[in-house]
């Protein structure tokens, strides 16, 4: 497995880093896993460029903002796509993806549903409801991509990144 010097920061746990962490594996690079606690975070967001997780220290400088770091690695590990057309379909699907927890997952539904800190809302079902049909088309969209191609892959001949990012 090839080393490089990539330090990847991030919480004790999938979410924004998880991404990243299979696109090391996937690419067959090395690289350091640093985890913090969620109860650490404040005592070193200071450092970090917009005091939030995940950061990725590089041999270039240090990049900060989930989806901008997965673009950086998947690029560098040729998994992003081999040409404009491929690298474009590969943005359209992390931008789909987050959109949906932006609008669904974090502000609607883990604050209630994960973690708790706030009551389960009087219209929930309709809540999850929405979601669903939201994933749904953004799934079945993502496997038509392949399908119009008529190929097993999204992009190329072989898995890419874009899968991580369900995850
Ligand atoms: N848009 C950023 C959001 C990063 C983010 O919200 N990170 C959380 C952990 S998942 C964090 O650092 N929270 C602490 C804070 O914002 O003070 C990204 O995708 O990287």
Same mark, same amino acid.
């Given at each position: ?23 090391y ?11 913090? %606690?969620?109860?650490?975070? +404040?005592? =070193? ?8 997780? $995940? @950061?990725? !220290? ?19 590990l ?23 927890? %932006?609008?669904?997952?974090? +502000?609607? =539904? ?8 706030? $009551? @389960?809302? !009087? ?21 038509s991509?392949?399908?119009?191609r ?18």
């Amino acid at each position: 497995m090839a080393a490089s010097q990539d330090k990847l920061l991030y919480l004790n746990a999938k979410a924004r880093g998880e991404a990243i962490r299979m696109l090391y594996a996937l690419g067959g690079e090395k690289y350091e896993d640093k985890r913090v %606690d969620f109860q650490d975070l +404040p005592q =070193i967001k200071g450092d970090l460029p917009l005091g939030q997780v $995940p @950061t990725l !220290e590089t041999k270039h400088g240090v990049l900060t903002q989930s989806n901008s770091i997965a673009r950086y690695v998947a690029k560098k590990l040729g998994l992003a796509g081999k040409e404009l057309w491929e690298e474009a379909l590969h943005d359209v699907v992390i931008e789909a993806v987050q959109a949906c927890i %932006d609008a669904y997952a974090v +502000p609607n =539904i883990y604050a209630w549903k994960v973690f708790k800190f706030i $009551p @389960t809302p !009087e219209n929930s079902e309709q809540i999850l409801e929405d979601a669903k049909n939201k994933w749904i088309k953004v799934l079945n969209y993502i496997e038509s991509i392949a399908e119009k191609r008529g190929k097993k892959y999204i992009i190329g001949d072989s898995v890419c990144g874009i899968p991580f990012h369900l995850f």
